[in-house]
């Protein structure tokens, strides 16, 4: 339960053996390759360079390619759930390797591509026969084989479309342009009328004229459009039926290629692993005749670096990491605890001369979660999905980490439940008020939050959980202050707040008990001094050195302050608030569900039944949301706050 000690390792080899020395760093797994900078080593600049390191291979592009086809091919359809969860596939190290020495890529890309490029030219004629049907429709009416629209060498001829009282004009008003003409109106659109005109050649310039003066409207036919409409259209429902069949075999066939979906993340897998060592490289420094690389290793793994020097003949040195190093972190939690270091990641892993919180986030989290939620019921549908999940998808670190989180949170939510007597809110009491389960509940119940009392008792176990918290938060502060050697900021900003605000919590009780009453005092004196002190010494100028003092108490130079105290401590009553409203939520459907299936008599228990489902379905889902995301900020805002620093990246 630490952050895990680590050597800063250099490897020297000669350029020679550069992959093979690569290959047995990758065959170990256990050397992270940090970049090495030619200003760290003297005269690097004229003696050392990058090495040059192979392109990306367009094996992992053709992977991704092929998904894609598979995405948009409709063979990636999830559920709800599915959708935010990874698919479960796992191999044995046998299939794996068989499937990276024998899995033939490029023959799977090119019938791939191949189906998916006919499937496309399908849509697209689809969607131009889908066009052409939208217009015959236009002119379903028009009694004429479309091939006259085609003219002759003497003939020319359109569709028009145009105001029905302009058309009767056109007619009256131009007799002897049109007497040489055929005009055939065979319909009507929206107050405009349809007509055919058939014209000689000979006639355009009139006919043009006419087009322009009345505002006749050319309709555009496609030009595969030649026998009548019901022959057009039966044309078109054939061709339109021959490519649905046509795809939906090509959809087959995909759903068939989908099933080597498996092989390809394999193949993958290894394709983006083996680029990452190849790329690695590029951290590295080359000489004329040697290569350096530098990084990290395990305390636990540094002897199996030795054999590069009794293998290849290099030289491995060690050293210990120093403040100005970007540290990689590498957490180690047994396996109660491991699964919330996927909250501390979330949030960024701490500085390597820190320490590692996941322990107690996962104590706290686990608390305020149960505390927000606290409804038992809620609690147990938590832990039976988690529990279904982790079933389902066993061996997914992944996964598992996220439900156990979820476990752990539903158990104590369970717990928070049924000493707060809320069981899907007040079901028992409300629909089953003699029962022994209800009686049960009321044995065992410490605390009624709805009641005044109860309230107040919840709210102050709320905010005394938040004092509790900050003061922890503030111990490890001191701790880690300690470990860096920083005594002063430890004794003047770590031990006198946690002398001076205990002490002021206690001065409360004073009253009640005298005992406590030379305790307290000295404590607040003690406190008090190594505050002041400690802002005094923070500044040089003596004319600041006292008002550099009492402003360490309110906050301003010191880490910590009263007023950042009261404004921590008093977040924590959103515990409360939350936990208070789960309950009364579901009370409220419970009422209104009763009250309702009242009016309905018999009939009245399938309404019943359905506001129960839908009214906790929406108050378990609102309020595990809201539960997660305020337990989430409890830790990483107001209790990160008062010690842990973010450091570098993970150790890989």
Not at 359 to 388: C, E, H, K, Q, R
Not at 502 to 526: A, D, E, N, R
């Amino acid at each position: 339960m630490a952050i895990e000690k680590l050597k800063k390792v250099h490897i020297v080899c000669l350029k020679e053996d550069r992959e093979r020395v690569l290959n047995r760093l990758y065959e170990l797994g256990v050397f992270h390759i940090d970049k090495l900078d030619s200003r760290f080593m003297e005269n690097g600049d004229n003696y050392f360079s990058r090495p040059a390191y192979g392109k990306t291979s367009d094996e992992i592009t053709k992977i991704d390619t092929i998904l894609g086809y598979f995405n948009q091919m409709g063979t990636e359809q999830k559920g709800l759930i599915g959708a935010f969860l990874p698919e479960d596939i796992k191999f044995t190290e046998e299939e794996f390797g068989k499937i990276v020495s024998k899995f033939d890529l490029d023959k799977f890309f090119k019938e791939t591509s191949f189906a998916f490029e006919h499937y496309t030219k399908l849509t697209e004629k689809e969607n131009i026969l889908k066009e052409e049907k939208k217009q015959l429709l236009m002119f379903s009416d028009f009694p004429f084989e479309f091939a006259i629209l085609n003219g002759t060498e003497q003939t020319a001829s359109f569709i028009g479309l145009m105001n029905a009282k302009r058309f009767t004009e056109m007619v009256s008003e131009n007799g002897d342009v049109l007497e040489s003409a055929f005009i055939h109106k065979f319909g009507n659109f929206g107050g405009k009328v349809k007509f055919f005109l058939l014209y000689l050649k000979e006639d355009e310039e009139k006919i043009r004229t006419l087009v322009k003066k009345y505002g006749i409207e050319k309709q555009s036919m496609p030009e595969n459009f030649g026998g009548f409409v019901e022959e057009e259209a039966d044309r078109i429902s054939s061709a339109l039926s021959d490519i649905e069949k046509n795809k939906n075999l090509l959809k087959a066939r995909f759903k068939e290629y989908h099933k080597e979906k498996g092989k390809l993340l394999a193949l993958r897998d290894c394709y983006e692993s083996l680029e990452k060592k190849t790329q690695s490289v590029k951290n590295a420094l080359e000489s004329e005749r040697t290569i350096v690389f530098r990084g990290f290793v395990r305390l636990s793994d540094a002897d199996k670096l030795k054999e590069i020097e009794d293998k290849f003949g290099g030289v491995v040195v060690f050293s210990d990491p120093k403040e100005y190093d970007a540290v990689p972190i590498s957490l180690r939690n047994g396996a109660f605890f491991k699964p919330f270091e996927m909250l501390i990641k979330m949030f960024g892993l701490p500085s390597y001369f820190t320490i590692d919180p996941t322990p107690i986030v996962t104590i706290l989290f686990s608390m305020f979660f149960g505390i927000a939620l606290g409804d038992a019921f809620y609690g147990i549908l938590l832990v039976l999905g988690s529990l279904f999940f982790l079933f389902k998808y066993k061996g997914n670190k992944g996964v598992e980490s996220f439900f156990k989180v979820f476990l752990y949170a539903g158990s104590v939510t369970i717990v928070v439940g049924l000493l707060t007597g809320s069981f899907g809110g007040n079901f028992f009491p409300t629909y089953f008020p003699k029962s022994s389960f209800t009686r049960f509940l009321k044995s065992i119940q410490l605390i009624e939050p709805e009641s005044s009392n109860g309230s107040i008792e919840f709210l102050t176990l709320s905010i005394s959980l938040g004092i509790l918290v900050q003061l922890f938060g503030i111990i490890l502060n001191t701790i880690i202050r300690f470990r860096r050697k920083e005594y002063a900021e430890g004794i003047f900003n770590g031990i006198g707040w946690l002398l001076f605000i205990p002490s002021l919590i206690l001065l409360f009780f004073i009253g009640q008990y005298p005992q406590l009453k030379t305790l307290t005092y000295w404590m607040l004196i003690i406190g008090t001094v190594l505050l002041l002190a400690g802002g005094w010494i923070s500044v040089r100028q003596t004319f600041f050195k006292p008002v550099a003092a009492l402003v360490n108490i309110y906050g301003i130079r010191s880490s910590y302050g009263i007023t950042s105290f009261l404004g921590d401590a008093l977040s924590y009553s959103r515990l409360f608030v939350l936990g208070l409203s789960t309950s009364i939520l579901a009370s409220s459907f419970n009422l209104v569900s009763k009250l309702i299936g009242g009016l309905f008599g018999s009939f009245g228990i399938f309404i019943v039944l359905f506001l129960l489902l839908f009214g906790h379905s929406l108050t378990f889902l609102m309020n595990s949301l809201g539960a997660f995301v305020h337990s989430i900020r409890l830790n990483f805002l107001e209790f990160f706050g008062r010690f842990y620093d973010i450091g570098g990246g993970e150790f890989k």
